[in-house]
């Protein structure tokens, strides 16, 4: 089974600090993806990378980066939390292989609140 | 232009009882494929179902049934005899050679069964 763990169920931080959210899969995935979740909005993609140190931004980068220095971990980084980026966070990775008929497989994700 | 649109925002039924959740996709690519993923409490998005634009076959797994019509650009998902357990947000999901490795996903439907 394919495994994509989140380093966080639940996490709080403070406006202004630096976070980071990890995200684990244990399947050789190429691609991994970075997803924000809010209520009326659904699920919108704000970074993926295509495979290790490759990087796109998706319809929601401002306030973000990521980083992917291994395949299996694939990192989002807020530089300075701010208050309207309390969000779930989810995670996911897919193989680049059979294109766009492919299915994501998806992280418990991160609940982060900013304060 | 990609879009995925669930108009139901909020669904309730009583155990046992059948329901449907609409989905309606906009795509300028002639092959492309649909997805459905299931998001109990937990908050793991959890695969379901693909289906590719040259099969508009039904498709039937269990209580779970799939209605893909090209004409109508709809892929309805239709749970039978409803249970506890089904209770979750469901989204539906689309990609294609234009989109890349992205999907596009609806804001989802929640579903709620009553006991």
């Known amino acids: 089974d394919v495994k994509v763990t989140q380093s966080s169920r639940y996490l709080v931080k403070r406006t202004g600090e630096k976070v980071f959210l990890e995200c684990v899969q244990d399947m050789d995935h190429e691609n991994m993806f970075w997803y924000r979740q809010d209520p009326g909005l659904g699920l919108r993609l704000i970074y993926f990378?295509?495979?290790?140190?490759?990087?796109e931004k998706g319809d929601i980068p401002e306030g973000y980066s990521v980083s992917r220095e291994k395949k299996e971990r694939f990192s989002l980084i807020l530089e300075s939390a701010s208050t309207n980026q309390t969000s779930m966070y989810l995670c996911a990775s897919r193989y680049l292989a059979g294109g766009s008929r492919v299915e994501q497989f998806f992280g418990p994700g991160t609940r982060l609140t900013v304060l | 232009a990609q879009k995925v649109t669930q108009a139901q925002t909020e669904i309730s039924v009583v155990e046992k009882e059948d329901v449907t959740l609409d989905c309606v996709y906009e795509?300028?690519?002639?092959?492309?494929?649909l997805f459905w993923y299931k998001q109990p409490p937990s908050g793991e998005l959890v695969f379901l179902i693909r289906?590719?634009?040259?099969?508009?076959q039904n498709e039937i797994s269990g209580r779970y049934s799939w209605n893909f019509q090209k004409s109508t650009s709809s892929f309805n998902f239709t749970i039978t005899a409803s249970q506890v357990v089904d209770s979750a947000v469901y989204f539906c999901a689309l990609s294609g050679r234009s989109t890349g490795n992205q999907f596009y996903f609806g804001t989802g439907t929640s579903l709620t069964v009553i006991p």
């Open positions: 289906r590719n634009s040259f099969d508009e």
């Open positions: 795509t300028r690519d002639t092959t492309y494929y």
């Open positions: 990378s295509y495979d290790v140190k490759m990087k």
